[in-house]
C-alpha cells in the first residue's frame, strides 16, 4: 500500500512533514521519503530504506538540514519516492500511491523509440513513479497531464506534485483511497490519514471526490479539475489498512469494526452458532476492534490469551524476508495461561488471506493449553488478489487460502462457483468451512458476509470496492 502527507504554510512547516509522514508508517514498510521546497535553497530530497528501522529513526538525523514553507513525503511499499522531475512543465516532486498493472505495455507503447529511457529497479522493472511523471510530462500542464495519466493507468493512482507554486492534490479516477485536506492558520496540508493532521494542529477542511484535483496554497485550496460521479472506495480502509482514529467519507474506522463485530455476533447468534465458549478475543492488533463489539453483542466476556511482544519488533509484516516474518509473529506471542488453558475461545482476525501465520497461531493456543478454537474473520472469504491497491498481491490466486480450498475441493470446476463458496448458507459454503476447519484444528469457522460488510461501513454499496470477495469491479 503507502501513504502520503504534504504541506504547504506561512511559516517553516518541516516538522509538520515529518510528523505528518510518520503518522503514516502503518501503510508501508519499504521506503519512506521526503522532499521540502525553500525559495531559495530550492528542493531538497532524502529517501531511506524502512524495512529493519522506522521511519522516524531514519530521518531525525537529516531534520537539521531541511528548511522551507512546502513538502511532500511518502511511506512507500513498492518504488523509491517521492521523485524530483524536470521536464517542459518545469521542476516538480512527486509521490504516488496505488499500482500499475499495465505499466509494460505503457512504456512499450508510449516510449518504445531512441529518446526513452527509465532508471530500473533491481527487479528489472520501471519504477512507477518515473513511468508516472513521463505520462504526466506528454501534456502541456500538470493538471491535464495527471489526468491524462490516471486515465491510461490501469489500477490506480493517487498522485502528490509539489511545485514552487503550491501542491496538486489527485485523488485516483475511481476514489479508492482518501485525500483529505487539513487548514491552520499558517497554511494548509494533505493527507491519507485524517488523525495525522488533528495531532499537528490542523481542521479538517475538505474532502477530494474521486478524480478531482486541488491545488493547495498557504493561502487555501482550490479544485482545478473537478470530481467525477462514481467511487468505489477500498473497503480493506476499514477492516484493516485504516488506522482507528481515521474516518473516511464520513464513516470512522473503530466505530465501523465495533459495528462489523457486533454484526458477525448477531448473525451467529441468530443461526445458534459459537455461544458455548469461555471468552472472545481478538487477533492483534487490528482484530481487536471487531472482537469487542463482538463481545458487546454476545455478552461473551472479551480478554486478551495472548499478548503481542512489540518493543523490539513493532509491526508484525516486518521484514520482507516470509521465514523471518514467520519467526518473527511466533516470537511475538506471549500467552497468559490463565486465560487458554482448559477455555473455549473465538478469535476475530481482521481477514484471512493465505493463512500461514493463523495456522501458527492455532498450534500455539493449542500448545498452551486451550480446549477450544473458534476463529472468526471480519470479512468475506478472499477470492481475488486485489488490482488496485497492491493488498493480498500475490504471484498467483492460489496462495490465498480461500482459492487453494476451492482447487482442493473441487478442482477447476470449483473455480466456476466462487460465489457459492463465498456464501456460509450454500452447501459449498459449508464444505470449504468444513475443510478449512480440519486443516487447521479450528472448532468452528465463520467469515463475516458480503452484506454484513457493507452493512457495517453505511456507504451505498455501489461506492464501495469489494473485488477481492467477490472479482466485481
Known sequence: ???????????????????????????????????????????QRQIHNIENTPFRTKFENDLRDFHGCSGIGCISDTDPQPLLVRSHLGLYALTTVGIINNAE???????????????????????????????????????????????????????????????????????????????????CCVSFESFAYHKLGYEDAYELGPRE???????????????????????????YYGYPNSNYQGVNVEVMRYRNGEIMARDDKARGLAQDVDYVAGVPDSGVPHAIGYANKSNIPFARPFIKYTPTWPRSFMPQNQKIRNQVAKMKQIPVPELIEGKKLLF????????????????????????????????????????????????????????????????????????????????RGQCMLRSICEKFGFSSLGYQSLDGLLEAIGLDRDQVCTYCWNGKE
Not at 486541488?214 to 479539475?225: F, L, N, R
Not at 501458527?360 to 500448545?367: A, P, S
Open 213 to 239: 484535483i486541488v491545488k493547495v496554497t498557504a493561502d487555501g485550496y482550490e479544485t482545478v479539475s473537478p470530481a467525477g460521479k462514481d467511487m468505489k472506495i477500498c473497503s480493506f480502509l476499514w477492516t
Open 348 to 427: 476475530v482476525d481482521d481477514s484471512i488471506v493465505r493463512g500461514t501465520q493463523l495456522r501458527e497461531t492455532v498450534e500455539f493456543l493449542y500448545e498452551s493449553g486451550a480446549k477450544e478454537v473458534h476463529m472468526r474473520s471480519a470479512c468475506p472469504p478472499i477470492m481475488y488478489g486485489c488490482k488496485y491497491l497492491n493488498f493480498s498481491s500475490s504471484n498467483s490466486e492460489m496462495e490465498l487460502l480461500a482459492r487453494r480450498t476451492v482447487q482442493e475441493l473441487e478442482g477447476d470446476e470449483g473455480q466456476k462457483h466462487l460465489d457459492e463458496y463465498a456464501n456460509a448458507d450454500t452447501e
Open 1 to 43: 500500500m503507502g501513504g502520503f502527507f504534504g504541506a504547504i504554510s506561512k511559516q517553516d512547516c518541516v516538522m509538520d512533514i515529518f510528523f505528518g509522514v510518520d503518522y503514516h508508517s502503518h501503510l508501508g514498510t519499504r521506503r519512506g521519503g521526503m522532499i521540502i521546497y525553500d525559495e531559495e535553497s530550492g528542493f
Open 105 to 187: 505495455e505503457l512504456v512499450s507503447r508510449y516510449f518504445s523509440d531512441h529518446g526513452h529511457q527509465f532508471m530500473a529497479m533491481s527487479s528489472g522493472k520501471v519504477n512507477s513513479v518515473e513511468l508516472t511523471a513521463a505520462l504526466i510530462n506528454q501534456k502541456e500542464d500538470l493538471v491535464s497531464g495527471i489526468l491524462h495519466a490516471q486515465e491510461l493507468i490501469d489500477g490506480s493512482a493517487t498522485i502528490l506534485v509539489l511545485t514552487k507554486d503550491g501542491i496538486y492534490a489527485a485523488r485516483d479516477r475511481l476514489g479508492r483511497l482518501p485525500v483529505l485536506i487539513g487548514k491552520n492558520e499558517d497554511g
